[in-house]
C-alpha cells in the first residue's frame, strides 16, 4: 500500500519559536566503508518475534479518516476495547483471535458540535466512559454500553486549552490539566461530575492509576506519584514522560528518543531501557517489552534485571505507533486509523526489516547516498545491499530527473508494500535536498509541525526535552514551525504549547530573505510528503549556507538516518 500525506491547507498561519541545542552524533553514524560485505551463510534463523494475527481500519465516524490515539480496556469484559476517535467520539471494539467486531461508535452532538476524543477514561460503576481532548475543555460523557451520549461537563469555559489526558481513581476523574497541572473532579454514583479542583501543580501532559494512587506525568520532570491522602512524591526519568501504563506494580513510561523507564513504584527505583526508536508509547508483559515507536513496532526480550539486548521482532507503522497494549501472549497496536493484533511467541515470526527512510524530495540532478539501520542480530538485506547485525550501511544512488521506487527489505515485506522508498525531483522551488530553504535559517534543525495533530505531541514533547538537555549535540539550534488553521483560536494553543510558542502571527513571513510573500514561503514549504508522516510533518536540516542537508517526514529523534549529497546543485 503505497499513500501519500495530505498536503499542507494554503490558509495556515505559523508560529515561530527557538531554542538551542548540543551531543555529537554516535560513532556509528560515520559512513563505513563502501566495500561490499561476504554474503552470510543462508539461511540465516530468525529470532523469535511478532507474527501480525490480522489488521483491520477501524470504522469510527467523524472528521475524514478516523483519528485513533488511545486504547483502554474493559475492566470487566477482557475481550472488549474502548479507542479514542479524536474527532469523532470513541468505538468499542470486540476482539478475538481472528479478528475485531465493531460494537458501536459514540453518537455525535445533535448541534454538529465535536467532542474531542484524544483520551479516554471509564467509570465501571455507573458504565460511563468520559471523552476529553486537547482542543477544547468540554468532557462528553457516554454510555460505555450503546454510545449514547449522556452529556457534557466544562470547566466554566476559563481556559481555551483541554485536558491531554484523563483517568477514574477512587471516586475521581483526575484529568492531566497541561499549564493547569492534575485536576480531579468528583465522580457522583451515575457518573455525573463535580467541579474542578487541583490536586498539583505543574505542566501535567499524562495520567495513569495505581492501587491507592495516582500517577502524574510532569513535562521535563518526570513521574509525580500522588498517593490517595497522602503527599506527592517525584520521581526524576531520564527522559521526556510522554505514556504511561501499569503493570505488576511497575510504570511504564514512554521517554521518546530516550527509549523507555520501568518504575518499581513501591521502591521508587528506576531502570532505563535504550530502545533505539522515537518510542511514544510502551507496554511490557512476561520478559518482553514493546516500544511504540514512530516508525513501527519493536519487540524485545526483558529480562529480570539489567538493559535490553536486540530486538527480537519489528513491525513497520504505516502513520504511526500510537498506541500498544500487551494483553498476555498477544499486543494489540493502534497505527492511527489501523488497529492490529500481533503474537508476541510466534516463533515462526515475521521477517525483521531493517530501518529504511521512506522519501525525499531532491533536487534536480542530485545524486545522493543514504543510512539504513540493521538493529537485529542477524543480517538482514535492504534492496541489494547486505547490512551486517546491529550496524548501519549506505546506500548509493545516481542523479535523478523522474520519480522513482526502490524496493528496500525483506521479500514478504514488499509483499505487504511497506518498505518503498520514493525519490521524487521537485521542479518549482519548493523546500528539496540541495536546495535554499525559503527561510533564513542557516545551520538550524526546522520542525514543521501541524498544531492540532495527536499523533505529533510525542514529537514536541520530545523536542522540548531535547532543548534542555542538550539536543542533538551538533551546535545547531532547534526551529520550531508550528502551523494552525487562520480561523482557530489560538487561546488553547498558547496555553498547551507556550514553551515553545512567540505569541505573533506571521512572525514566519520574517526570517524570508529576500522578502517573498507569506503565501509563497506557504507553498514552497508545502512539499509532496513522500509515503506519509501523520498529517503535516517536514524535518529540515539546514548548511551553512542554507541549504537542505536533510529532508524527512519522519520525526525519530536523535536516532535519524543520515543522507549526504553526492552531487548538489544550486536553487532559486
Known amino acids: 500500500m503505497r499513500i501519500r500525506a495530505q498536503a499542507l491547507v494554503a490558509t495556515?498561519?505559523?508560529?515561530?519559536?527557538?531554542?538551542?541545542?548540543?551531543?555529537?552524533?554516535?560513532?556509528?553514524?560515520?559512513?563505513?566503508?563502501?566495500?561490499?560485505?561476504?554474503?552470510?551463510?543462508?539461511?540465516?534463523?530468525?529470532?523469535?518475534?511478532?507474527?501480525?494475527?490480522?489488521?483491520?481500519?477501524?470504522?469510527?465516524?467523524?472528521?475524514?479518516?478516523?483519528?485513533?490515539?488511545?486504547?483502554?480496556?474493559?475492566?470487566?469484559?477482557?475481550?472488549?476495547?474502548?479507542?479514542?476517535?479524536?474527532?469523532?467520539?470513541?468505538?468499542?471494539?470486540?476482539?478475538?483471535?481472528?479478528?475485531?467486531?465493531?460494537?458501536?461508535?459514540?453518537?455525535?452532538?445533535?448541534d454538529g458540535s465535536l467532542l474531542y476524543c484524544n483520551r479516554l477514561a471509564f467509570h465501571a460503576a455507573s458504565d460511563t466512559v468520559y471523552c476529553v481532548g486537547l482542543m477544547g475543555s468540554v468532557i462528553g460523557l457516554f454510555d460505555g454500553t450503546t454510545g449514547a451520549r449522556r452529556g457534557t461537563a466544562a470547566d466554566g469555559g476559563k481556559y481555551q486549552a483541554g485536558f491531554r489526558d484523563a483517568v477514574v481513581h477512587g471516586g475521581g476523574l483526575y484529568l492531566a490539566g497541561v499549564h493547569r497541572g492534575l485536576l480531579r473532579r468528583a465522580v457522583a454514583p451515575d457518573g455525573s461530575?463535580?467541579?474542578?479542583?487541583?490536586?498539583?501543580?505543574?505542566?501535567?501532559?499524562?495520567?495513569?492509576?495505581?492501587?491507592?494512587?495516582?500517577?502524574?506525568?510532569?513535562?521535563?520532570?518526570?513521574?509525580?506519584?500522588?498517593?490517595?491522602?497522602?503527599?506527592?512524591?517525584?520521581?526524576?526519568l531520564p527522559g521526556p514522560p510522554l505514556e504511561a501504563r501499569v503493570r505488576g506494580g511497575r510504570a511504564v513510561v514512554a521517554l521518546g528518543s530516550q527509549g523507555v523507564a520501568l518504575v518499581d513504584l513501591s521502591t521508587r527505583e528506576v531502570r532505563?531501557?535504550?530502545?533505539?526508536?522515537?518510542?511514544?508509547?510502551?507496554?511490557?508483559?512476561?520478559?518482553?517489552?514493546?516500544?511504540?515507536?514512530?516508525?513501527?513496532?519493536?519487540?524485545?526480550?526483558?529480562?529480570?534485571?539489567?538493559?535490553?539486548?536486540?530486538?527480537?521482532?519489528?513491525?513497520?507503522?504505516?502513520?504511526?505507533?500510537?498506541?500498544?497494549?500487551?494483553?498476555?501472549?498477544?499486543?494489540?497496536?493502534?497505527?492511527?486509523?489501523?488497529l492490529s493484533r500481533f503474537e508476541l511467541d510466534g516463533a515462526e515470526g515475521d521477517p525483521l526489516d531493517v530501518d529504511v527512510p521512506q522519501g525525499w524530495t531532491i533536487a534536480p540532478g542530485a545524486s545522493l547516498r543514504f543510512e539504513v539501520h540493521n538493529p537485529f542480530d542477524v543480517p538482514r538485506q535492504a534492496g541489494d545491499t547486505l547490512v551486517p547485525p546491529r550496524s548501519r550501511a549506505w546506500i548509493t544512488e545516481g542523479q535523478t530527473s523522474e520519480e522513482r521506487s526502490l524496493e528496500m527489505g525483506s521479500d514478504s515485506a514488499?509483499?505487504?508494500?511497506?518498505?518503498?522508498?520514493?525519490?521524487?525531483?521537485?521542479?518549482?522551488?519548493?523546500?528539496?535536498?540541495?536546495?535554499?530553504?525559503?527561510l533564513s535559517m542557516p545551520g538550524s534543525r526546522v520542525y514543521v509541525?501541524?498544531?492540532?495533530?495527536?499523533?505529533?505531541?510525542?514529537?514536541?514533547?520530545?523536542l522540548l526535552w531535547l532543548r534542555d538537555h542538550g539536543g542533538f549535540g551538533d551546535g545547531r539550534p532547534i526551529e520550531v514551525l508550528l502551523l494552525v488553521d487562520q480561523n482557530s483560536d489560538f487561546d488553547w494553543y498558547r496555553a498547551a504549547w507556550a514553551p515553545l510558542t512567540l505569541p505573533a502571527v506571521g512572525a514566519l513571513a520574517a526570517l524570508a530573505v529576500p522578502p517573498i510573500s507569506y503565501s509563497e514561503i506557504l507553498r514552497r514549504l508545502d512539499i509532496r510528503r513522500l509515503l506519509l508522516g501523520p498529517d503535516n510533518a517536514l524535518f529540515v536540516t539546514t548548511d551553512a549556507a542554507n541549504r537542505v542537508t536533510e529532508l524527512s517526514s519522519i520525526y525519530r529523534g536523535t536516532h535519524g538516518l543520515a543522507v549526504e549529497l553526492l552531487a548538489p546543485v544550486g536553487g532559486r
Open 12 to 110: 495556515l498561519l505559523a508560529i515561530v519559536a527557538s531554542a538551542g541545542c548540543g551531543s555529537s552524533q554516535p560513532s556509528d553514524r560515520n559512513p563505513p566503508p563502501l566495500s561490499p560485505l561476504p554474503p552470510p551463510t543462508l539461511p540465516v534463523p530468525l529470532p523469535r518475534g511478532l507474527r501480525r494475527a490480522w489488521r483491520i481500519v477501524v470504522e469510527g465516524s467523524g472528521t475524514g479518516t478516523p483519528h485513533a490515539t488511545r486504547m483502554v480496556q474493559h475492566p470487566a469484559v477482557p475481550s472488549d476495547v474502548f479507542v479514542s476517535n479524536s474527532f469523532g467520539g470513541f468505538m468499542r471494539y470486540r476482539v478475538t483471535p481472528v479478528g475485531a467486531r465493531l460494537l458501536f461508535s459514540s453518537a455525535q452532538p445533535a
Open 193 to 236: 461530575l463535580g467541579a474542578a479542583e487541583r490536586v498539583i501543580e505543574g505542566t501535567i501532559t499524562g495520567v495513569a492509576e495505581t492501587d491507592g494512587a495516582v500517577i502524574a506525568l510532569e513535562r521535563g520532570r518526570g513521574l509525580v506519584l500522588v498517593p490517595d491522602g497522602g503527599p506527592s512524591e517525584r520521581v526524576s
Open 272 to 338: 532505563h531501557l535504550v530502545t533505539g526508536c522515537m518510542t511514544g508509547s510502551a507496554d511490557v508483559g512476561e520478559g518482553v517489552l514493546v516500544a511504540g515507536c514512530r516508525q513501527g513496532l519493536r519487540v524485545f526480550t526483558l529480562p529480570a534485571t539489567g538493559g535490553l539486548g536486540p530486538p527480537t521482532g519489528s513491525a513497520r507503522a504505516v502513520y504511526s505507533e500510537a498506541d500498544v497494549m500487551v494483553r498476555g501472549s498477544d499486543l494489540l497496536s493502534l497505527d492511527w486509523w489501523m
Open 414 to 438: 514488499r509483499r505487504r508494500g511497506e518498505v518503498t522508498l520514493t525519490i521524487a525531483p521537485v521542479l518549482d522551488g519548493r523546500a528539496a535536498l540541495g536546495q535554499p530553504l525559503p
Open 449 to 462: 509541525l501541524q498544531a492540532d495533530c495527536a499523533l505529533q505531541w510525542p514529537e514536541v514533547e520530545d
